[in-house]
């Protein structure tokens, strides 16, 4: 387990600022790697900016300004952003750098040498009116996979699906908007399916991807891997191919190259392939990425670095995007909230990282940005449970008994309550390292409770007045060892307030092994308490109104994601309210309102298994894109194998009551066609992502 760690985050890309949706990612990694720092492993954080493509050097263009500088303004303000939000990585470099073009070149050169890259004439969109050719983000049209209409020429935003921008449907210049015309130049192409067989097996080791990520990423295995345009036809910022004036490689060639290039701006050459990116480097890394970019990330990089004969990615840890109101928040939808607004509101980045860290797994789930579970999250669980018991159990210390630690309570419920702390404590450990934040913080709030039981229960103020002042001595300094231990564990979520609790706590270093591995009492007697500050605050409703100036009812909380039925409101119909009642619709006939409270979502099953006893059920583990999956029970198992199921994309009705069948709790129910005598099909929706509504 001595092994170098490298983990990094997506890079973000430099032409614009950081909103709250870039956060989750980057809290998460960060989060992670404060952890194993913590453990005293060794660990790099490598992290850089992606400066290059046709965006760029369009909006630079546009702000009269050369692509380089464009670009390098916008990683200046995102660096401090990611500062003051506290992630604290070990570099942030960028893709624009001459140890990115020498990376590029080589991995390419190596490829080529392979026998890997194929040049070849393709067809490409031209724009006849802004006389160029259209790079993937220029040009839009319908997916040709999922039918989603406005997406990119690269991949569907709903479906999550790459592909050639010729094969676009209606498409058009998101320049002008006129409909582009096919041109032919030679171009670059990585023969991925060189790579199937290696992907195949790659892609199913033990740990590189979460098994909901690694059954989409098989389908599009056996569907086919098709060759990668690796290269773009000038005018374009980036790098030029060697020996093709006027080619350069596609952005996302360099991109994840930035990776290593990073990691040898940091430390070297030798040592960036020697420790961790060299076929033979005993190093484990770990990309952290949004489930947005898994083509790239668990197909096209391995596979290039792979080819390369590089150290390929040991885990892709996926994480799922920040919704508010069911849909995933983004620019092109509006409502985004950048890093600096939510900061120059007055609110608070740890409390921002306490409720990302209390909603976020190792699955790709969904985090939706509700203000009550926020409300929740911070003021009921960080605040009013773990700052307060510290509050309540160091304020009494240090007054009466002059901030002085003594020997802890010994008696038989002071040794249950540090039994309970150790061993929740090897939970919160366990969870830390499978990266199961909301585990971790969730038996850090559960720790939290028993302590304020404790403490209330032996009410150490009432023995101070009774004159036992030895004994409400020996239960404060219990309770100064279980603060330590709840600072130990919030150390990776709040670096800043637990350096003051750290202080506060006579400057014993936090260290999870003393509380994992047991022993003595953290505290040694005679350990003297520093200034008392509060460990944080309640989040600030006034704040959070004027950043989400939406109703909250429209928000789902993970915690009940079953919403209530609520009438449909587009546009269209509130309009047709005001102007009109509609007339009551015949016996038999539902009106549309009615049809839309009925909330159709694709489900991706991740398990199924039979019920004892219950010969035509199956219980049912599904993904709706939300916090965590449902269990659903489905009449089925006449019909169906549990294992044929996994995989499957189905439809469910999200907004159904919950029902308890033969004592499971189903929470939805799934479309099929079929029955009474004949063969049931359940209804299917392969490759739209889940929880999409189904209309
Ligand atoms: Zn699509
Ligand atoms: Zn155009």
Redesign the pocket.
Known sequence: MAKKILVTSALPYANGPAHLGHLVEYVQTDVWVRFLKLTGRDVLYVWASDTHGAPIEINAAKNGMTPDAFAEQWRGRQKQDFEDFLIGFDTFYTTNSPENRKWAVEIFRRLKAGGHIEEKPLEQWYCEVDERFLPDRFVKGT?P??G?AD?YGDV?E??N?AYASTDLREPYCSLCRNPPVRRTSNHFFFQLEHFRDFLAEYTSREGVLHPAIRNSVKGWIEGGLHDWCISRDGPYFGFEIPDAPGKYFYVWLDAPVGYLSSTEHLVGESRALGDYWGSEADSRIVHFIGKDIVYFHALFWPAMLHAAGLHVPDRIQVHGMLTLGGEKLSKSRGRMVTAREYLDAGLDAEALRWFYASNLGAGPYDVPLAKDEIRNRVNAELVKTLANFVARALTPLKKDFDGRVAIPADDQVSRELWARVLELSGKIHQAYEAVELREATQALVQLGFEANKYLQDRAPWSKRKAGDLEGAHADLSLCANVAWAIGTWLAPILPRSTQRLAAMLGGVAFDPAKLVAGGDFPLPPGTTLGELSHLASPIDDAKLEQLWPEPDAEAAAPATPVKPARPAKTEKTEKAAVTATPAPAPEGIITYDDFAKVELRVGHVLAAERVPKADKLLKLTIDLGEGAPRTIAAGIAEHYEPEQLPGKNVVVVANLAPRTIRGIESRGMLLAGGGDIGKVVLAEVPGIAPGSRVK
């Open positions: 997916c996979n999922c989603a997406q569907c709903v479906c699906k």
